[in-house]
């Protein structure tokens, strides 16, 4: 009895303290947004009712020990920081849009906390052996540091890897502890709830939010007239309108899956049209889920199209083996004719048919890669040049062997896709989900270039270029980067430009 009392203990210490440090970011950013002077308990009260909702159903429908069998006078918890963050009357204004994102990650991931530990204490007999209690405690106690980290790394001057790298932590800690309780219930089924709330701190973790914006982004920047002023006929169709689909739980493990797959057919029909006006194609993201569609319409209108995939990532997870459930890592797996034993039959994607063989894609810059991709990629003998064999060979060769990989004879159309994490960090760095050592800038201008050499292009997409994340200089950065791969893939040269009808007048003696 005196143990169970230990534990009830430190279980609702726990929970204190990670109500404090969450609620005490809320303050932190919401404050100069509502009222100065605004008392706390009101704060709560302004929150959305979904988080009301969740309190109470932590109040009511969970079995949570009684709060008189622990002395408050034992919990310690102590921020000298979040003291001073309070102190402030002025918060600095977030430039790099992430702070919404942690927001809404320690909210989820205090619920989450909340609530696994209370349905542990209040349902012990479930558990399969008291040994998985203690790992639960263990667990949760991890994460009241974690969210502590959170809140320091949003005090100014913001730096966005740093506040990035600690959300990862607080959520990889998470993530454990839904892991742990799962393996303690005997019940199956009884945590399924905890999916989605892993999922949509997925996606903040992601940085997805603002990944929307890089069209207009890029259009704003000068695209349309780039183009013109290299000659080319340029006609903008603007943005695709897709339908909100409210009620979109995740499914055959794929978030928003019908979202994505009425998106996908929308984008088929978009891009076939154009390329059979014998125009070609850019297609502007948004992330990388956009190729399911765009390459199954390309091959509507040419079926003899070969991929040219510039990535840190692979993107051909089957669903079942996706550990994030991001339709932004599987869009391949739904297109190779070689990967459909592998995969399950979805009815939301019947429109959909495999359309490509694995020997008809190159990858290029590959360096973050998942094991069910690798064993693909090996399996299926994709060609494949990640940063090592460009390392080992040099662009200029890496790009020859891909292309001729592809395409022996180098007659067939070129579907050029280009994702900005392809590129190094410290080049453009405003992406959802930058990997460290990519393409220099030089290697990237070089692919482009070597890609309008061919004269095969048929359609290209440029995806995740986010100008919420980073700061102003890498925004910046980061759309100049893609729009000058644009540029390169669409005639411009490093060496120099002659304009159309450009001549030298000789001079009079």
């Not at 990670?18 to 005490?24: E, G």
């Not at 603007?238 to 019908?258: A, S, T, V, W, Y």
């Not at 890496?398 to 994490?421: Q, W, Y």
């Not at 800038?441 to 070597?450: K, L, S, V």
Request: charged fraction near 20%; hydrophobic fraction near 40%; aromatic fraction near 6%.
């Amino acid at each position: 009895m005196e143990r169970m009392d230990t534990v009830v203990a430190v279980a609702i210490g726990i929970l204190a303290a990670i109500t404090v440090a969450s609620v005490v970011a809320l303050v932190l950013v919401c404050r100069n947004c509502y009222c100065q002077q605004m008392h706390l308990i009101t704060l709560l009260h302004k929150n959305s009712r979904q988080d009301a909702e969740l309190i109470q159903s932590i109040e009511t429908d969970l079995p949570i020990p009684e709060p008189n069998t622990v002395e408050m006078d034992d919990i310690e918890f102590t921020s000298p920081k979040l003291e001073e963050i309070l102190q402030h009357e002025n918060y600095i204004e977030d430039a790099t849009g992430l702070v919404p994102h942690c927001i809404a990650i320690l909210k989820t991931c205090h619920y989450l906390t909340n609530r696994l530990v209370a349905m542990a204490m209040g349902c012990s007999q479930q558990i399969h052996m008291q040994e998985a209690m203690t790992d639960i405690i263990a667990m949760a106690k991890q994460i009241t540091p974690r969210v502590d980290e959170v809140v320091w790394s949003m005090y100014p001057p913001l730096d966005p890897r740093l506040l990035e790298a600690r959300c990862t932590a607080l959520v990889i800690s998470v993530n454990h502890l839904v892991y742990v309780v799962k393996n303690a219930y005997h019940l199956a089924g009884t945590l399924d709830w905890t999916d989605q709330s892993l999922a949509d701190v997925e996606d903040h973790l992601k940085g997805r939010e603002g990944v929307e914006l890089g069209p207009k982004a890029l259009r704003d920047a000068g695209l349309v007239s780039s183009l013109q002023n290299l000659g080319h006929e340029v006609h903008d169709y603007g943005d695709l309108e897709f339908e909100e689909i409210k009620d979109d739980p995740k499914r055959h493990n794929i978030n928003n899956m019908k979202s994505v797959s009425e998106a996908g057919k929308k984008i088929c029909s978009a891009v076939k049209k154009v390329v059979d006006a014998g125009k070609i194609c850019i297609t502007l993201g948004g992330d990388h889920s956009l190729t399911t569609g765009g390459i199954y319409g390309h091959t509507l209108s040419q079926p003899n199209i070969v991929i040219l995939w510039v990535d840190a990532h692979a993107d051909i997870n089957p669903p079942a083996a996706s550990t994030t459930g991001n339709m932004h890592g599987m869009p391949l797996s739904f297109l190779v004719e070689e990967v459909q034993p592998y995969m399950s039959k979805i009815k939301e994607f019947d429109w959909v048919k495999p359309c490509i063989s694995a020997k008809d894609i190159a990858y290029i810059g590959l360096r973050d890669v998942d094991p069910a991709e690798r064993w693909l990629i090996e399996k299926l003998g994709i060609p494949c040049f990640s940063m090592y064999e460009i390392d080992l060979y040099g662009i200029s060769t890496v790009l020859k062997m891909a292309l001729t990989a592809i395409d022996p004879e180098g007659r067939r159309p070129i579907h050029f896709s280009f994702d900005i994490d392809s590129m190094d960090p410290s080049i453009a760095g405003s992406t959802g989900t930058p990997a460290m050592g990519g393409l220099s800038y030089r290697e990237g201008m070089f692919i482009a270039e070597t890609v309008a050499n061919t004269g095969r292009l048929s359609a290209l997409d440029v995806v995740e270029v986010n100008p919420r994340l980073g700061n102003e200089t890498e925004q910046k950065h980061t759309v100049d980067v893609a729009l000058d791969i644009i540029q390169a893939v669409f005639g411009k040269n490093r060496r120099g430009m002659l304009p159309p009808g450009f001549f030298l007048p000789r001079m009079d003696p």
